[in-house]
């Protein structure tokens, strides 16, 4: 029997649960799954959750029901890479137990890079889904006043414009160090802006945050934005864990992998999803599902092949596409090449929208496949197709 431990149950550690249950089944693999939480997190949709948006509840359990996996519901507190064991943190007291294994997958994201002052103290962030509805009870206390959004990365937009056309009554400030939606082509990121004008959203771009205050952003100068609520989408990183344990990680303390998506310091240990350094031949891939439930699946399936004595394929994956909502009503899609750089080709408007919807949607449909033991087209071409 081989010990399979998947640590974090968002998009890509559940796809990976799913996939190693399937795959490792007939060879004596046995999977674990530790989750913080009953409930699954669309971290995809925070922004909606943020804007007072009730979404649908999936819990683990249904998710991974048939396929074999234990869940253990808890809090990872410590791993120790030499003695292959992890310490879980339950609910209540003396729930603490401690996990050993033979192979872990590491897949517990990232959190909010907080090294600006004031984040940790007065910002709100995307880490889980209760934050999400802090800032949700939060603007709905407010009738009249300021929200400040900082980060002009997709993240960033989504926020601004949900938040905006949810509140009309609010003012939505957008501050950015560039052009927001830099990373899309010109014709994409125009109609950005233009929904953005549309909302009412103010942006300032080349906006560099040096404090957070209670009631305030301070930029770079002194400026202050007078704000009732501030959200900081300006950055993550991985969780102190990784380090504490000794593994190699990156600059932004996510864990450094080899082609097969195994630490490099710790073979015995896959990391996977936003948690992971992964470099492809375009550089190192940056946080996304798109890219991250690939990794899960092909960590579990590096870890089945490994156990049957096969061997262990390298890692590919080209993104495809930038898909943005701009409040519930709009949208626009930049399509990519491999390396995430914006094609010509660009998509607004309703079967935006339709596209969007598509995607935020399709993880619960990819797991059902998974539990079936097969893997979506669409995933398929994102990473065989690259070979
Ligand atoms: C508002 C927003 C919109 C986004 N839109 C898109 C998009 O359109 N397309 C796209 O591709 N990507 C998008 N992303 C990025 C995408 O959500 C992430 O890349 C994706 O969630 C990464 O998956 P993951 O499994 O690595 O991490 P997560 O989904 O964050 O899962 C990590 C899991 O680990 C758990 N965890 C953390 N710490 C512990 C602990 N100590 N113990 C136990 N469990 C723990 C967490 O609770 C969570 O369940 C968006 C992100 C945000 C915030």
Redesign the pocket.
Known sequence: MTNILI???????IAAAIRAATRTRRHGGKVTL????PRF?E?????QTAAGERLRDHAIADIIAGTGIDLVL????ALDPERHEVTVNGEGADTRRVIAYDKLIY????VADASTPGVAEHAYV?D?HDQAVRLARRLSELDRGTVVVAGGG??GV??ATELAEAHPGLRVVLLSRGRPGSMMGEKARAYVERAMDRLGIQVRDGAEVTKVLPDAVELAGGELIPSDATLWTAGTKG?P?ATEAGLTVDGRGRIVVDAALRSVSHPDVYA????AAVRQPYGVMH??????IPTGLHAADALADGLRGRTVKAFRFGYVHQ??SLGRRDAVIQFTHPDDTPRRAYLKGRWAIVY?ET??GSPMPTYRLLKHGLVPVGLFRLTAGLK
Do not use: F, I, N
């Open positions: 640590l974090g149950a968002g998009y890509t550690g530790v989750s913080a939480s997190t971290r995809l949709r925070l922004h808890g809090r990872v507190s897949a517990l994201g990232t995307y889980d997709l993240t989504e926020s969780l864990l996977v999803g936003d948690a946080g996304t599902c798109q890219g991250g898909p943005l969007k995607v935020s």
